[in-house]
C-alpha cells in the first residue's frame, strides 16, 4: 500500500495563531487524501476530502475558512488550522486513498495543543 | 458518514484466549476495513475485504465480510501482550470512498 508521512507530528501553538500540517504520500501519486480528527477516547471523524488541483469537499458541521486544505501536487496535501483555539487541541490523521486492493493508509498524526 | 456499530467497546482478556469483535451497518458497504491503533498513533490496517462472504486471514486475524454487506468480524486468536491496542472497523460504499469509522474496541490482555 501507499506510504504515507505526517508532520508534524506534535505541536503545541498559541491561541489564534495559525498551524500547517502536512501529509506527504511518499511512494504513490495520489489524487485524493482526507483528513480525519480525533478527540480522546474517540473515533475518527472524517473533516474534508482533499482533491488534487481542485477545492477540497468539507464534511457537515467543518468550518472551510477555519481548517484551510491545499492539495497542489499529486503527493502533498497540507491542513492549516487558522486562528486556534484551544477547543481545536486534537489528534489530527491524514490518509491517502490507494490502488485497488490496497485499502487507505493513514499517517502517523499529528498532535495539536493550542494554548 | 455512516453510522457504524462496533462491539464490544473493550475487553480484558488471559492472553493466549481468542477475542472477536464485530461490526454492523445500517447502510450496506463495499469495503470493510479493520485497523489497529496505538497510543499517539494513527491506525495501521489490518485486513481489508472487498467481496461479500469474504474471509480473509492475517497470521492470527482472520475477518469477514458479512453477506449481507451490512457487517463484519474480526477475531484474533491465541492473543499475545502486543495484541493490547483499539481495534477500529470501518467501511466504504463505492460511491464516495470516504471512510466510515466504528467507536472502537480497546482490547486489554492480562500476562
Known amino acids: 500500500g501507499a506510504v504515507v508521512s505526517q508532520h508534524p507530528s506534535r505541536v503545541i501553538c498559541k491561541s489564534g495563531t495559525s498551524v500547517k500540517i502536512e501529509c506527504r504520500s511518499l511512494?504513490?501519486?495520489?489524487?485524493?487524501m482526507f483528513w480525519y480528527r480525533q478527540f480522546p477516547k474517540q473515533s475518527l471523524m472524517l473533516m474534508a476530502t482533499?482533491?488534487?488541483?481542485?477545492?477540497?469537499?468539507?464534511e457537515q458541521g467543518v468550518e472551510k475558512d477555519k481548517f484551510l486544505i491545499n492539495h497542489a501536487s499529486l503527493t502533498l496535501s497540507t491542513l492549516t488550522v487558522t486562528s486556534a483555539h484551544p477547543e481545536d487541541s486534537s489528534f489530527y490523521i491524514c490518509?491517502?486513498?490507494?490502488?485497488?486492493?490496497?485499502?487507505?493508509?493513514f499517517g502517523s498524526g499529528t498532535r495539536l495543543t493550542v494554548v | 458518514g455512516q453510522q457504524l456499530n462496533q462491539s464490544p467497546q473493550s475487553m480484558f482478556i488471559q492472553e493466549g484466549e481468542d477475542v472477536s469483535m464485530n461490526c454492523t451497518s445500517s447502510?450496506?458497504?463495499?469495503?470493510w476495513l479493520w485497523y489497529k491503533q496505538d497510543p499517539g498513533e494513527g491506525p495501521v490496517l489490518l485486513i481489508a475485504?472487498?467481496?461479500?462472504?469474504e474471509l480473509t486471514s492475517n497470521g492470527r486475524l482472520t475477518a469477514q465480510f458479512g453477506i449481507t454487506r451490512k457487517d463484519s468480524f474480526l477475531n484474533i486468536s491465541a492473543s499475545i501482550p502486543s495484541d493490547v491496542g483499539i481495534y477500529f472497523c470501518?467501511?466504504?460504499?463505492?460511491?464516495?470512498?470516504?471512510?466510515?469509522f466504528g467507536a472502537g474496541t480497546t482490547v486489554t490482555v492480562r500476562a
Open positions: 475485504l472487498y467481496k461479500a462472504g
Open positions: 482533499s482533491n488534487e488541483g481542485s477545492k477540497a469537499t468539507y
Open positions: 511512494d504513490f501519486q495520489a489524487t485524493t
Open positions: 490518509s491517502v486513498q490507494g490502488l485497488g486492493n490496497y485499502g487507505y493508509t
Open positions: 470501518a467501511g466504504s460504499s463505492s460511491n464516495d470512498y470516504k471512510l466510515s
Open positions: 447502510s450496506i458497504f463495499n469495503t
